[in-house]
């Protein structure tokens, strides 16, 4: 029986910004044609982004007197929302009592490499429980979650890495018409993903610590560096994998809680695959 409270998956950035639009219908499509045509990688970012397809619908949406960031951001967000798209919408579900565990407990990565359970999706976080910013001045916003979309590479030496695009996003709710976006990349490789859970992620201050007025009283934690995001996925990565039995088979927020609907914004129509705490792991995970 699933518990009460943190089963919901709440509507995701891909249905606010893609779902039952042309981008569904046409753009995607045409993305699809000319990656096909052209003999291009969409997973791949840059190859995406100078498809013809890709920056036509960059073109018709964002104004030609918008800052250069204004169109990075739309092109990753088109880039991301066209792989989760196309690989069948695979997304997760992080159950509160999974979040703290993985914060809290700091749990021991040592000799995990990583393992991405599909090339393209996108992982929720438990709601108003991590705050972030888009620049050291602005008003944080809960983070709702992030896509990664991941690709392998050749480094100097011949070693094969993982490329991983991330976005995370942020201020999603009832009452806002969009959502804030911050893009950043990485590697992952043979060792990599051990240096994620080492390093350290602020210059003072306790890692994931909040920095809302109040918000350490209130359980609540903040993403402050992309280090922090960094270990983070890493954490939930590894749980995902190590611990399979903690993450559900696909269901619908209708399945997990037929009526209840969240706070602040509507439950999502599509299938997710939720990871809880201890069904596998058990209290005494390392």
Do not use: C
């Amino acid at each position: 029986m699933l518990e009460a409270t943190g089963n919901l998956l709440r509507i995701t950035p891909y249905e606010v910004a893609f779902a039952d639009t042309a981008y569904e219908s046409e753009v995607f499509p045409a993305i699809a044609a000319d990656a096909q045509f052209h003999g291009s990688d969409p997973l791949r970012l840059e190859p995406f982004s100078m498809l013809p397809a890709t920056s036509e619908a960059v073109r018709s949406f964002v104004p030609p007197e918008a800052p250069a960031e204004a169109v990075e951001q739309y092109r990753t967000l088109l880039y991301h929302g066209y792989n989760y798209w196309s690989l069948g919408h695979t997304t997760y579900l992080l159950h509160p009592a999974a979040a703290r565990f993985l914060v809290e407990a700091q749990p021991s990565m040592e000799g995990w490499e990583l393992v991405l359970p599909r090339p393209s999706f996108y992982i929720q976080l438990p709601q108003n429980l991590f705050w972030g910013s888009i620049a050291p001045d602005a008003t944080p916003e809960q983070v709702d979650g992030m896509f990664v979309t991941g690709y392998p590479v050749t480094g100097r030496s011949g070693d094969l890495f993982q490329r991983l695009e991330v976005l995370m996003v942020l201020g999603l709710r009832r009452d806002r018409a969009g959502f804030s976006v911050i893009p950043f990349d990485t590697e992952a490789g043979p060792g990599i993903a051990s240096l994620w859970a080492d390093a350290g992620t602020r210059d003072s201050g306790t890692e994931f610590e909040s920095v809302l007025p109040g918000g350490a009283m209130s359980g609540l934690y903040s993403l402050v560096t992309v280090g922090e995001v960094l270990k983070l996925l890493g954490r939930i990565l590894w749980y995902i994998d190590t611990f399979p039995g903690d993450v559900s088979e696909k269901i619908t927020s209708a399945q997990a809680e037929a009526g209840e609907e969240p706070r602040f914004v509507p439950v999502s129509r599509l299938p997710y695959r939720l990871i809880t705490l201890g069904r596998d792991s058990g209290p005494n995970v390392p």
